[in-house]
Nanobody
Framework: QVQLVESGGGLVQAGGSLRLSCAASGRTLSSYIMRWYRQVPGKEREFVALVGRRGRITSYADSVKGRFTVSRDSAKDTVYLQMNSLKPEDTAIYYC????????WGQGSQVTVSS
């Protein structure tokens, strides 16, 4: 398991942008497929985006495709989620995840989009 530390959440108006970061503490992220999820209170956690170990493969939920970009910087050992054209329905707590065994989760970052 790896300790994940997230940063970058906040409050933004609809149409604005935010970038979330996810860094590892103690171990490198290079061995892991990394995913972003989000959760609204009272609802199940949902998949947002995935980036492969080398950053070449990405995948997105339909709801964010074309607006969000997931990437990783091996030199900084950090994974990013660039969120553009944000909508109020993107409001959630966002979590990064590493496919370690057992899976590792960040502490969560609140993203609030006002209309």
């Amino acid at each position: 398991q790896v300790q994940l530390v997230e940063s970058g959440g906040g409050l933004v108006q609809a149409g604005g942008s935010l970038r979330l970061s996810c860094a590892a503490s103690g171990r490198t992220l290079s061995s892991y497929i990394m995913r972003w999820y989000r959760q609204v209170p009272g609802k199940e956690r949902e998949f947002v985006a995935l980036v492969g170990r080398r950053g070449r493969i990405t995948s997105y939920a339909d709801s964010v495709k074309g607006r969000f970009t997931v990437s990783r910087d091996s030199a900084k050992d950090t994974v990013y989620l660039q969120m553009n054209s944000l909508k109020p329905e993107d409001t959630a707590i966002y979590y990064c995840n590493a496919d370690s065994y057992p899976p590792s989760w960040g502490q969560g970052s609140q993203v609030t989009v006002s209309s």
